[in-house]
């Protein structure tokens, strides 16, 4: 039975690995069709300051409107994309999109932030820099401190020259970085020290174990420490409910994001619900 059994699952581990390649190809060629017909749209989810009881910002989800299949969230289609020429397109059109609103924010006096995700290759690609300058450029000040870029704790292992380089960069241009998903890539506290990133954000795992696993609970308070000594902005994301909220400002985080507040929405929603953000009905939005 266990040779039947491992037989089957051989056989499934190959149809899977055919239907991804299927699914790969099939992405990269409509990808291109997709930024020429403004199939890309950035959703926005709210970011909670809890010292001051407000929408601090919103981080930008991206979504892909595809004729056939519906709206895609990245899951469907960012993996495929990764090292291909349309990583470093996608990433610019996300990060152009991001800096346009920030534009309109400026200008309608609205004082919100706009986290953007990053991908591996485009954050560590030989052309980071330059995307990043053509992007901001006649930005002002007040507007570029708006935008914080998501890096994910394992690209900033990948390559740590690199890295270091580009976190450089982004400091030079007046931009904010943020270590995405983190908890997750194992940091040595050294590598923590030099990596100059203004925010850490605490991966969902850990904010959703929290409350049933005292681990958890210990690894969260851990990088709280961690980020307050080094004076580091700490976001937890994946906050689902009241207690994981309490428990967190509790613990000394700063800022938070989850569905507890909202999922992610297109812009106008987004700004509606922000205009009526008020820290004592929270909860109800919650349902
Ligand atoms: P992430 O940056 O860690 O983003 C958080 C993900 O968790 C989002 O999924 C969000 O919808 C989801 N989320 C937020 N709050 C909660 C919650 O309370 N509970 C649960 N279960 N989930 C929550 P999404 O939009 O599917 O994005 C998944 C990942 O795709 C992102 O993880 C990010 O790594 C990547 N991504 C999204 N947009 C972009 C983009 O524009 N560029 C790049 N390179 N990556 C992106
Ligand atoms: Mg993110
Ligand atoms: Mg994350
Ligand atoms: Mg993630």
Redesign the pocket.
Known sequence: AAKEAGKNHYVLFDLDSHHSRKERIRVIEQMGAALAQDELE??Y?PKIHFGRRQVEGF?????WNHPEDGVL???HF?DHIEYTEY?CK??NF?LEEAIARLRDFHSRNLPYSI??????S?FLGPGFREDLERALCDCPAEIRSRLIL?V?ETTALDDTDRVLEHLAACRELGVDVSL??FGTGYSSLDLFRRLTAQEI?I??SF??DMLTNPDSEMIVSAIVSLSKSFRRRLLA????SAEAEARLIELGCDLG????YS??MPLAPALEWAACFDWESRRDRSA
Request: hydrophobic share 35%; net charge negative.
């Open positions: 950035l959703y989810q981080e930008a989800l991206l979504r969230g990245p899951g960012l990583a996608v990433g996300v986290s953007v995700n990053l991908s591996p485009h998501e994910l995405d998903d954000k991966d969902r904010v959703t994301e994946g906050i689902e994001q989850g569905f507890f999922k992610p």
